[in-house]
């Protein structure tokens, strides 16, 4: 940041000296001249930090998750509509970043200029040419991995030039032009580390990522053939490798990795970071994961208690952690502490709960009971229990106690203290879901009984509104991701053991839960599809890692041939109810409102994403289409 400062002050200073000259009554007053820009090293750097808009389609957030079952969608967010009723639209509706000419663009302005500088010394140009590239793949990456082809530019297009160019043949030929791009960045790039900008660990970071998407695209539409002596997965581990030893260390306070207490944690590899001075709630995931609540509306329902502030967040909740993703919390059994299993699966709960009990009652606004859950008539009921006369658990220690540690810092759940706030989030609550039928459909509530907690800053002040400035920073890769990408490399080599290691790292660090001992391939696929979902979860990964497991198949996708359905992107949305006396549970599956929670997925085609139509037919070059599209 000091030295983008220094930069632009620089560029001031020249502008000011030059005031008086004549040139500048025929000139536009508002813009430098390439001449200047191109002429020094610290000038150039000004275009090329502001050409770093690219890397927003790899923040964390909700991102792609939408269109998974890890979240629970209030609307369409994230088009996600368009997605889950699988219309014909889709084609018309977003192009999902297919044209991203204007980015690349600046990215060969950049590598242009620069080689032709003469105010540049040779080894600063080395490095920003390689910076230039890294942008150039990462554009392409994103629109690689929705839609498989892209249309590969690699000089300063011309008035001269044609422009109606085509696409590439198949994935893998947009694979070979980005890996060529980031292996020449890795190579090329300094190793210093500058929080917001890219080096050569970023660089290989990345790599290792694209390099397992490119496998499994390969031969698309037909099966990738995944082979353990493929090249591509002796690059995931030679950059992987290049990354753990640049000195990144994971992280002990995984919450604080994503609010203010460790933004630039020794394990962030690559973040986006943006000050008050601009940032607000309302442009920030916050505004989407934080409800709006005041006392009359827990009131008219009977809930409690209230909170201390009258009015502690009052933000537009848009997407919520689903049961289907916190369920992958393991817990520790109390009676075998080398047993981690899902919470319902512990002797514990086994010991415990009654699962014959019906436990329903019919919903209504005053006089709810507090030993009763309900379910709206839309819903379809899973399970339900009761915790047996005698027992000293509860619904709540059942959930918490001895379960990862990423559930807690990744998620505000029932009886969770955040804030200096207590959430209550069962029936009679003060932020459960049943609280927005009450008030009419309102929208300020969760639909699941839970919100994030990961990604939401402590110290936001005087409360979460819209308008309230914060710091605010996104993570977009880090060293616990390169460790399962490095794992995912060593299952398709058939090498359990390393694979094993490699994930263990983050779930003995990050989740403090006994490390997995699997030693087959189908034991070691499900821990690992189980650790990356928990690990990653809000980080824009899980509906990618989703389609790369579908297209491997196999042990990958439970045991389904390539290119087949996902369970991830179609089994039923569930929601958990907890009575007030914390004794009493349902489970319902449903649409929770909308029909964006009625998961869609037509294997044949939704691998990729379309070539948008219109532009097809403005240029044929872009044909075909993709298959079934």
Not at 112 to 122: F, M, Q, Y
Not at 244 to 270: A, H, Q, V
Not at 486 to 496: I, N, P, Q, R, T
Request: charged share 20%; net charge neutral; with cysteine.
């Amino acid at each position: 940041m000091k030295k983008f400062i220094t930069t632009i002050g620089i560029l001031t200073g020249v502008l000011v000296l030059n005031s008086c000259k004549k040139v500048l009554d025929t000139l536009p007053t508002d813009r430098i001249s390439a001449d200047i820009i191109w002429s020094s090293k610290a000038n150039a750097e000004t275009f090329i930090f502001s050409t770093y808009g690219i890397m927003s389609s790899y923040q964390s957030g909700p991102g792609s998750d939408p269109y998974t079952t890890n979240i629970i969608a209030q609307g369409g967010i994230g088009g996600a509509s368009t997605v889950f009723s699988e219309t014909g639209g889709l084609t018309n509706r977003s192009d999902f970043g297919f044209n991203n000419w204007g980015s690349i663009r600046r990215c060969n302005v950049i590598i242009k200029n620069v080689t032709e500088s003469t105010g540049i010394a040779d080894v600063d140009k080395k490095a920003l040419i390689a910076e230039a590239k890294f942008l150039r793949a990462m554009s392409y990456y994103s629109v690689a991995r929705n839609i498989g082809r892209i249309v590969w530019i690699d000089k300063v297009l011309t008035e001269n030039d044609e422009f109606k160019l085509p696409t590439t043949a198949n994935p893998t030929e947009s694979y070979n032009y980005i890996i060529k791009d980031l292996e020449e960045a890795v190579a090329d790039l300094p190793t210093a580390k500058v929080s917001g900008r890219t080096n050569k660990y970023v660089a290989a970071a990345f790599l290792t990522e694209v390099c397992l998407q490119a496998l499994a695209y390969k031969n698309y539409p037909n099966a990738p053939n995944v082979a353990a002596n493929d090249p591509l997965l002796d690059k995931v581990i030679a950059n992987a490798q290049i990354v753990i030893d640049g000195g990144y260390t994971l992280e002990t306070d995984y919450e604080g990795m994503f609010n203010e207490t460790k933004s630039t944690s020794p394990e962030i590899i690559y973040g986006i970071y943006r000050k008050a001075i601009n940032t607000t709630v309302s442009s920030t995931p916050m505004q989407n994961a934080m409800p709006n609540i005041t006392a009359d509306k827990i009131n008219k329902f009977q809930g409690s208690p209230l909170f201390t502030k009258s009015v502690p967040f009052e933000c537009w909740p848009e997407n919520f952690p689903a049961q289907n993703l916190t369920d992958d919390y393991l817990t520790i059994d109390k009676a075998d502490p080398t047993r981690v299993v899902a919470w319902n699966q512990t002797s514990q709960y086994m010991n415990a709960i009654d699962e014959t009990v019906n436990v329903l009652a019919p919903f209504s606004r005053t006089g709810f009971p507090h030993d009763k859950t309900a379910k709206l008539n839309d819903e379809t009921l899973v399970k339900m229990g009761r915790i047996k006369p005698g027992s000293t658990e509860t619904i709540w220690t059942l959930t918490n106690e001895n379960r990862d540690a990423r559930w807690k810092a990744s998620i505000i759940s029932d009886s969770t203290r955040f804030y200096n706030e207590l959430f209550t989030t069962g029936l009679r609550g003060n932020a459960a879901r049943f609280l927005g039928e009450i008030n009419g459909g309102d929208y300020a509530f969760t639909l699941s009984n839970m919100y994030w907690r990961k990604g939401i800053y402590t110290n936001v002040n005087p409360s979460y509104l819209n308008s309230v400035s914060t710091d605010y920073h996104f993570v977009c890769m880090r060293l616990g991701r390169v460790y399962l990408n490095l794992a995912e490399a060593y299952l398709l080599k058939g090498d359990v053991a390393n694979a094993v290691i490699n994930f263990n790292k983050t779930r003995v660090m990050h989740g403090k839960i006994p490390a997995s001992t699997a030693s087959s391939s189908t034991v070691a696929w499900r821990d690992y599809k189980r650790e990356r979902r928990v690990e990653l979860t809000e980080e824009n990964d899980y509906y990618f890692s989703l389609l790369r497991w579908g297209r491997y198949g196999g042990d990958a996708n439970d045991g389904l041939t390539p290119g087949n359905t996902i369970a991830g992107l179609t089994e039923p949305v569930r929601v958990m109810d907890i009575s007030k006396d914390r004794k009493s549970f349902s489970i319902v599956t449903g649409p929770f409102r909308t029909t964006y929670n009625q998961r869609k997925f037509s294997s044949e085609r939704r691998y990729l994403f379309p070539v948008p139509q219109g532009m097809i037919d403005n240029n044929p070059n872009f044909a075909p289409q993709n298959p079934n599209w």
